[in-house]
């Protein structure tokens, strides 16, 4: 199984509301990373988690909130989103978190804040 | 500050028309490059990584070189199938991420 899983693929949501982002991996990888992709633009990263803890936090503004529960398992929680937060949220994970290690990205969630 | 530029950043083929496309890039102490393919709505999917100059990779119509400043990524007898923004990404140095191209988007018409 080399797959990404992200639910929902779509969402759509209001500034007031709160809601997450689900990521879920069973190839045994030990990092696992949220990118933000705009249309026609190349992902950006926002966090890294390796070996279940966040390493990494790319000064990401605090409405986004990652979790990590398990090895296999990533949460994006998202409050108080603005309009310009649309864009295609990305999971990924690769097997340690070197960056010559390829990533396994998933099909990503297509989030519109209204 | 590694940098990666992609070109074309459009290109149109007809089926069967082979081409290549280009990454150059600029970083201390390369330890890996990167190619993916994107479909629109989708996520990247890994295609090769090279790690030095002088490297070849292929994948079924697809071949990935390298030298010291360049990628090349070459397509023969490309199908419809094929069309895709396809990215590059490099890793090294100190940077603890990879850095990405803003891609090439390619369409193959039948």
């Known amino acids: 199984d080399t797959e990404v899983t992200q639910t929902p693929k779509h969402l759509v949501m209001g500034m007031t509301n709160k809601k997450s982002l689900k990521c879920e991996q069973h190839?045994?990888?030990?990092?696992m990373y949220w990118y933000k992709q705009k249309a026609k633009k190349p992902p950006e990263l926002m966090f890294v988690?390796?070996?279940?803890?966040?390493?990494i936090n790319e000064s990401v503004p605090s409405r986004f909130s990652p979790e990590c529960p398990n090895s296999s398992l990533l949460n994006l929680h998202l409050h108080a989103l603005q309009p310009e937060d649309s864009a295609l949220y990305l999971c990924?994970?690769?097997?340690?978190?070197?960056?010559?290690?390829?990533?396994?990205f998933g099909s990503g969630t297509q989030l519109s804040v209204l | 500050e590694d940098q990666v530029t992609q070109s074309p950043e459009a290109l149109r083929l007809q089926e069967g028309e082979s081409s290549s496309l280009n990454c150059s890039y600029t970083?201390?102490?390369?330890?890996?490059l990167f190619w993916y393919r994107q479909d629109p709505g989708k996520g990247p999917e890994f295609l090769f990584t090279?790690?030095?100059a002088g490297e070849e990779k292929e994948k079924e119509r697809l071949k990935a070189t390298l030298t010291k400043k360049e990628s090349f990524l070459h397509i023969t007898a490309p199908k419809p199938e094929d069309s895709a923004t396809y990215l590059c990404?490099?890793?090294?140095?100190?940077?603890?991420?990879?850095?990405f191209g803003k891609g090439t988007l390619l369409t193959v018409n039948p």
């Open positions: 190839m045994g990888h030990r990092a």
């Open positions: 970083v201390s102490g390369l330890r890996g």
């Open positions: 988690y390796s070996y279940e803890k966040l390493s």
């Open positions: 990404a490099v890793s090294g140095g100190s940077n603890y991420k990879l850095t």
């Open positions: 090279l790690y030095s």
């Open positions: 990924a994970s690769s097997a340690g978190q070197g960056t010559n290690e390829k990533l396994f």
